[in-house]
């Protein structure tokens, strides 16, 4: 029987949808645009066209894997569940105290990000554990009734329950639970020790809030879903992404929904990860641009690099420690507002301005036609040529090209410019932005972007490769095919993941390696439960051995990966930590201090094995020739050129391996449009990736 597997990517502006067929190597794909009121609506209107489309049978399914920007949204716009937390006496305000260290010094009237639980949704009971698991005051069942009763009663939908030291001795917080879940079995229910059982209090508990904020959102709507496809008449499960580039099923995210803030973005670094391996000989810049927000991360020997934390919902979006700061595992990336959506606008002081404010899908851009008026990217795009009105988004977006040069022509006319000279202003203002957040990104991890192959996807990638590449003096640019819903591939090949941490405080010269050993096999136990539960085999899984260390008297730590073990508390064991931990020390500091002892603050285990039916090939096919794909000329504007010129268009769909073509051209496909510059050259490679050389800049 043919097995087909689905991937569903939910985006600002549009849901991208992928069937690939295991057998041929085949695959369709649909972008529709998202609807925000039920973002399942949409995915069922577009799963339903392509299985009448490509004519397939439903019961042919045997997985289906879904991203979702749908809860980092609720976050950022402050639309998640009205939230109560239940925590330790005296630490009510860790959420507003937060951290001393302001993120702009000299702002007088800094705005620190407000917390999801508002203070009088804040309520404390007594207990008290010590850091070292000890009970120091049992909890007062009677007063945590009392304070389940009150936050009932004002109308929560979810409760977070954070009680100090919980990393160390979990027993307050697990009959807490259970006393709110029996008495008030509607109120879904977090707590910090299953989310983030580690030390630092105003991170564990704004992770644990975060989560309880999105937990009723993320039942209801992973509910539906699953409702929805089964409508459809498919019998596979659904597996979900998560922020680290893994997939778990569908109770787990439920619990634990905040580790899916970053699956849309991680899906886009997997699939750049993905189509670059033979092309960029694994060492590439993954730029995935899409409707509303442009995502950039560096892959170094095929592989994304992981964080072990990051910030949602920031004030400003560069500085640090403007926003909720999440411990979870996440693929290492940067996010800007830079997308095909983004606004163009005059700022205060009369200069053109592009982003991060962005016209989404509703109403969208104005050419889109539904009702937007200001100009946007994608209407720069549309006048500068690159963009075909009569096959955007495979003819999914009927465009009003009047209502696109509309917009412009306002904007001009208020910046008294040319309306072309503001067209280029917008795409190459766009293009700066998404360079500079770049060139920070790749500087603060010590490379060279001229070491890199960017590799483009998204709907807007492959529009705006060619410029960002050269402000960043790359050479190359990598398109797949299918660029623009090649994070919805990216979906298919991803393993399933489970991440785990927990505390220990361990000195290595003083402390046992046998205990560390014991914490990390707990974990890893953990971690084969959650494997099991997606209905994996687990003779298939692997283990990699973390840990946060420090040298002693540092103020902060450094994850790296240890060895597999066992350890014993002999010396060897000993020697074999510390050389682990110091040999990662010096390539990221170059140097250790000496004689100062190895602390290991918390371990970490990240076990990952294949999924069944992630056996996506790369593989191009023979074309018809470039003559042959050639479907006609139109003007697009080039800044190198002078001006516009008469570029040719291809039809991507037929150009095999081996085909050229020389710039200016653009090559068109349903889901996006490359555009090659005067001077560089695109080879269709035995993948099936066109690959771009640019000219060298004098």
């Known amino acids: 029987m043919p097995h087909h597997s689905l991937g569903i990517d939910i985006g600002g502006t549009f849901t991208d949808i992928v069937v690939y067929d295991h057998d041929s190597g085949r695959q369709w794909s649909r972008k529709v645009l998202t609807t925000h009121e039920d973002p399942a609506r949409a ?211 439920q619990r634990t929904p905040v580790q899916m803030l970053e699956s849309g973005p991680a899906a886009g670094a997997l699939a750049g990860a993905f189509f670059g391996r033979s092309d960029g000989n694994g060492k590439l810049l993954a730029f995935d641009m899409g409707g509303t927000t442009a995502k950039l991360s560096l892959v170094d020997e095929g592989e994304p690099l992981t964080a072990y934390s990051f910030e949602a919902a920031r004030q400003k979006r560069f500085m640090e420690g403007s926003g909720l700061p999440i411990r979870i595992s996440t693929l290492e990336l940067i996010e800007i507002g830079a997308g095909g959506g983004s606004i163009a606008s005059m700022d205060e002081i009369g200069l053109l301005k592009v982003g991060p404010r962005s016209a989404g899908s509703q109403p969208g851009p104005a050419s889109y036609g539904l009702g937007g008026t200001e100009p946007t990217v994608t209407d720069a795009d549309f006048f500068l040529g690159y963009l075909n009105p009569g096959y955007f988004a495979g003819g999914e977006v009927k465009v009003d090209m009047p209502a696109a040069r509309q917009a412009i022509e306002r904007l001009a006319g208020t910046l008294g410019l040319d309306p072309v000279k503001v067209a280029w202003g917008i795409h190459d203002i766009v293009n700066e932005n998404m360079a500079s957040a770049a060139r920070v990104h790749i500087a603060e991890r010590g490379r060279d972007p001229r070491d890199y192959a960017l590799l483009c996807t998204g709907g807007a990638g492959p529009v705006h490769a060619r410029e960002v590449a050269r402000k960043l003096g790359i050479s190359s640019v990598i398109c797949p095919p299918s660029a623009g819903v090649a994070s919805a591939l990216g979906l298919l090949v991803a393993p399933a993941r489970v991440d785990r941490v927990a505390t220990v405080g361990l000195r290595l010269d003083t402390g046992s390696p046998a205990s560390l050993e014991a914490a990390f096999k707990r974990l890893e136990d953990e971690a084969r439960v959650v494997m099991a539960d997606t209905g994996l085999k687990l003779e298939s899984a692997t283990m990699k051995r973390l840990a946060d260390g420090r040298f002693l008297g540092q103020g902060f730590d450094l994850v790296v990966e240890l060895p597999d073990g066992p350890y014993g508390d002999g010396a060897e064991s000993r020697k074999i930590l510390a050389v682990a931990f110091e040999s990662a020390y010096r390539e990221k500091f170059a140097l250790t201090p000496p004689g100062v002892a190895v602390e290991f603050l918390n371990v970490r285990v990240s076990a990952r094995a294949p999924v069944s039916g992630s056996d996506v090939v790369l593989q191009g096919r023979k074309g018809t020739g470039a003559a042959a794909a050639l479907k006609g000329k139109r003007p697009a504007y080039f800044s190198e050129a002078g001006g516009f010129v008469e570029t040719s268009v291809y039809d991507r769909y037929r150009l095999g391996v081996g085909d050229e073509i020389e710039g200016p051209a653009v090559l068109e496909e349903e889901g996006s449009t490359l555009v090659v510059g005067p001077g560089a050259t695109a080879r269709v490679a035995p993948t099936g990736n066109m690959v771009l050389t640019l000219p060298v800049r004098p």
């Not at 299985?51 to 049978?57: A, F, I, M, Y």
């Open 43 to 253: 995915v069922a209107a577009g799963v339903g066209a392509l299985l009448g489309e490509g004519r397939l049978v439903p019961e042919h399914f045997t997985r289906v894997v879904h991203a979702t920007t749908l809860f980092t949204n609720a976050l950022i716009e402050r639309k998640g569940a009205v939230t109560g937390l239940i925590t330790t006496a005296g630490f009510r305000d860790t959420l507003e105290i937060g951290r001393e260290r302001k993120y702009e010094l000299y702002d007088l009237h800094i705005a620190k990000p407000e917390p999801l639980v508002p203070r009088s949704l804040r309520l404390e009971v007594a207990e008290r554990s010590r850091a070292d698991g000890r009970v120091e005051r049992r909890l007062d069942t009677k007063q945590l009734e009392s304070r389940a009763r009150a936050l009932a009663q004002a109308g929560v939908e979810s409760i977070a329950v954070v009680f100090l030291h919980a990393y160390a001795n979990s027993r307050h917080e697990v009959e807490a639970a259970r006393l709110i879940a029996r008495r008030h079995p509607t109120i879904a229910v977090t707590t910090s020790h299953e989310v983030a059982p580690e030390i630092r209090e105003y991170e564990r508990a704004s992770t644990t809030v975060a989560n309880a904020y999105i937990k009723p959102l993320a039942h209801r709507y992973l509910a539906l879903m699953a409702k929805r496809l089964e409508g459809l008449g498919i019998p596979a499960p659904l597996l979900l992404m998560l922020s680290s580039g893994g997939l778990t099923h569908v109770a787990e995210a």
